[in-house]
């Protein structure tokens, strides 16, 4: 009973152990998906910012009815809108440097040879080598 109830203990401890990592590995997948799908999810968030806005304000109208009460919405708005369209660009330069580190660990591997550069430069079709002999 007891070695059982001690299996029982390691299998939680390394489950709870191995949560960070996966955390981790969650959060770096998430980042990289962003960064390839920017435009869409920053259209996505402009939505659902513009639909909670709207609906602020249909379900509120009566309450919000001059400029000055107006206008610390729109400002909110705007706060939130630059906030996006900050990330937007940060994930932009996430993007490119990590495309730039993905062509550089690339750039090691020699490129394959195509058949037009195994011919000799100076061979023609008919079998003829051209140069000084």
């Known amino acids: 009973m007891r070695a059982r109830i001690r299996t029982m203990r390691q299998r939680v ?60 919405i729109l400002t909110i708005v705007s706060i939130v809108v630059s906030a996006f369209l900050g990330a937007t660009g940060w994930f932009r330069k996430r993007r490119a440097a990590r495309l730039a580190r993905q062509g550089m660990e690339t750039a090691g591997v020699p490129q394959p040879r195509t058949g037009e550069t195994d011919a000799p430069t100076g061979s023609t079709m008919s079998g003829e080598v051209s140069g000084d002999v």
């Open 13 to 72: 401890v390394s489950g709870v152990q191995s949560v960070p990592s996966r955390l981790r590995r969650w959060a770096s997948a998430v980042d990289v998906w962003i960064q390839d799908h920017h435009i869409p999810v920053v259209i996505v968030l402009f939505a659902l910012l513009g639909a909670a806005a709207g609906l602020l304000l249909w379900t509120s109208w009566d309450l919000v009815v001059l400029a000055r009460q107006v206008a610390p």
